[in-house]
């Protein structure tokens, strides 16, 4: 079993910057693709970004390329996302999930039914 667990949500004023944390215990690899999701109300959970297990592979949703970096470090079992320039648009709950395995493809990172692990998310609001 894998437990995740997101930090780092908050009020922030647009254009400011926040930091998310995601912090795994358990049966976690270092080689499971890791990435973030986000719920706004009355939407649906939507992917945001993804890394592969070393880092080299990232992905991210169109509308957060350039504000938004995904990161990992393996040996503290933690995933972060670093985000700038933030936006009213980006207020939502934010998960962390893991997927039991790596995943090669974009088709792949980008889809939440690929994940098995999801974290109980951490609110981030962004005010006008």
């Known amino acids: 079993q894998v437990q995740l667990v997101e930090s780092g949500g908050g009020l922030v004023q647009a254009g400011g910057s926040r930091r998310l944390s995601c912090g795994a215990s358990g049966r976690i690899l270092s080689s499971n693709a890791m990435g973030w999701f986000r719920q706004a109300p009355g939407k649906e959970r939507e992917f945001v970004a993804s890394i592969s297990w070393n880092g080299g592979s990232t992905y991210y949703t169109d509308s957060v390329k350039g504000r938004f970096t995904i990161s990992r470090d393996n040996a503290k079992h933690t995933v972060y996302l670093q985000m700038n320039s933030l936006k009213p648009e980006d207020t939502a709950i934010y998960y962390c999930?893991?997927?039991?395995?790596?995943?090669?493809?974009?088709?792949?990172?980008?889809?939440?039914?690929?994940?098995?692990?999801w974290g109980q998310g951490t609110q981030v609001t962004v005010s006008s």
């Open positions: 999930a893991a997927s039991s395995r790596g995943l090669h493809t974009m088709v792949d990172a980008t889809n939440q039914y690929e994940y098995d692990y």
